[in-house]
């Protein structure tokens, strides 16, 4: 199975511009009419977004002058593969598969 991730590239976009303070990206969205708080544009700047409003990504694109692909990159995740059966069924009752995830319970004996 393939599993697909991708690398949010705002912030290098913005060094790249000579932008480092993340305040620098507000007057160039409200210029595009987007207005953001600035905790939304710090989210936006320092985390990976996992929603993002398609004004807000256009408006972005325009404000450093990139397309969606400069600011999004897709990333194949690793991921392991499936564990081959040993060839033995489980079909023990149902006590005795629940008892093996349950731990043992320690006896005490008196000394002697």
């Given at each position: 199975?393939?599993?697909?991730?991708?690398?949010?590239?705002?912030?290098?976009?913005?060094?790249?511009?000579?932008?480092?303070?993340?305040?620098?990206?507000?007057?160039?969205?409200?210029?595009?009419?987007?207005?953001?708080?600035?905790?939304?544009?710090?989210?936006?700047?320092?985390?990976?977004?996992?929603?993002?409003?398609?004004?807000?990504?256009?408006?972005?694109?325009?404000?450093?002058?990139?397309?969606?692909?400069?600011?999004?990159?897709?990333?194949?995740?690793?991921?392991?593969?499936?564990?081959?059966?040993t060839g033995?069924?489980?079909?023990?009752?149902?006590?005795?598969?629940?008892?093996?995830?349950?731990?043992?319970?320690?006896?005490?004996?008196?000394?002697?």
């Amino acid at each position: 199975m393939r599993v697909l991730d991708y690398e949010w590239k705002l912030r290098p976009l913005m060094a790249q511009r000579g932008m480092y303070a993340t305040t620098d990206l507000d007057p160039l969205l409200r210029e595009r009419g987007i207005t953001l708080s600035s905790t939304q544009i710090y989210r936006l700047v320092t985390g990976k977004p996992e929603r993002l409003n398609l004004a807000v990504l256009v408006a972005l694109c325009d404000a450093l002058g990139c397309e969606a692909g400069d600011l999004i990159q897709p990333v194949v995740v690793a991921t392991a593969r499936r564990k081959r059966s040993t060839g033995t069924t489980d079909l023990a009752p149902v006590e005795a598969r629940n008892s093996r995830n349950r731990p043992v319970r320690a006896r005490i004996t008196p000394a002697e």
